[in-house]
T-cell receptor
Framework: DTAVSQTPKYLVTQMGNDKSIKCEQNLGHDTMYWYKQDSKKFLKIMFSYNNKELIINETVPNRFSPKSPDKAHLNLHINSLELGDSAVYFC?????????????FGPGTRLTVT | QKEVEQNSGPLSVPEGAIASLNCTYSDRGSQSFFWYRQYSGKSPELIMSIYSNGDKEDGRFTAQLNKASQYVSLLIRDSQPSDSATYLCAVYNAGNMLTFGGGTRLMVKP
């Protein structure tokens, strides 16, 4: 069973469109995340979310919004897509508490904006 | 100054040698440190976590942490060609965010 899954794996779309990426985890974790990995392979946190708190990286444009229908799902909505949004987006999850915060990543969604 | 710094490499080692990967971080309050391995076109895979000063060993991997020097390293013994990947250092800081370094590309040559 896949621990953290994302759909779609690839997404090609035009500038100005609105798109969503879905993420599901079956690890029973209570915190989920979205990361962006750009063409230089730099991995950067976008959002951290659990049922109590949404933490937003201040550098993320408000065109990006996470939506969580339940504890096991965290979707990423992107409005008015721009060329610079082209990247690989990773979902991750972890269990809050203790020293851990070990995060486990999904397979990624490669977004190409043309 | 970047929060988590790594030499981008590539670091090239012969098969069977020890690969040494290094990472420095800027937030003195950081308590949790992680190493991820990322193969080309794949997602980051957690391989080591370390929370206390000293060494932590897991199989061929040893993580080393020195909080006074704000330094964390990963040693890979008996390096194999299958270890060729990008290794990402990650630090969990007081802002409840996991910050990644830019990664070090390791190449193990047969």
């Amino acid at each position: 069973d896949t621990a953290v899954s994302q759909t779609p794996k690839y997404l090609v779309t035009q500038m100005g469109n609105d798109k969503s990426i879905k993420c599901e985890q079956n690890l029973g974790h209570d915190t989920m995340y979205w990361y962006k990995q750009d063409s230089k392979k730099f991995l950067k946190i976008m959002f951290s979310y659990n049922n109590k708190e949404l933490i937003i990286n201040e550098t993320v444009p408000n065109r990006f919004s996470p939506k969580s229908p339940d504890k096991a799902h965290l979707n990423l909505h992107i409005n008015s897509l721009e060329l610079g949004d082209s990247a690989v987006y990773f979902c991750a999850s972890s269990q809050e508490g203790g020293q851990g915060y070990e995060q486990y990543f999904g397979p990624g969604t490669r977004l190409t904006v043309t | 100054q970047k929060e988590v710094e790594q030499n981008s490499g590539p670091l090239s080692v012969p098969e069977g040698a020890i690969a040494s990967l290094n990472c420095t971080y800027s937030d003195r309050g950081s308590q949790s440190f992680f190493w991820y391995r990322q193969y080309s076109g794949k997602s980051p895979e957690l391989i080591m976590s370390i929370y206390s000063n000293g060494d932590k060993e897991d199989g061929r991997f040893t993580a080393q942490l020195n909080k006074a020097s704000q330094y964390v390293s990963l040693l890979i013994r008996d390096s194999q060609p299958s270890d060729s990947a990008t290794y990402l250092c990650a630090v969990y800081n007081a802002g409840n965010m996991l910050t990644f370094g830019g990664g070090t590309r390791l190449m193990v040559k047969p």
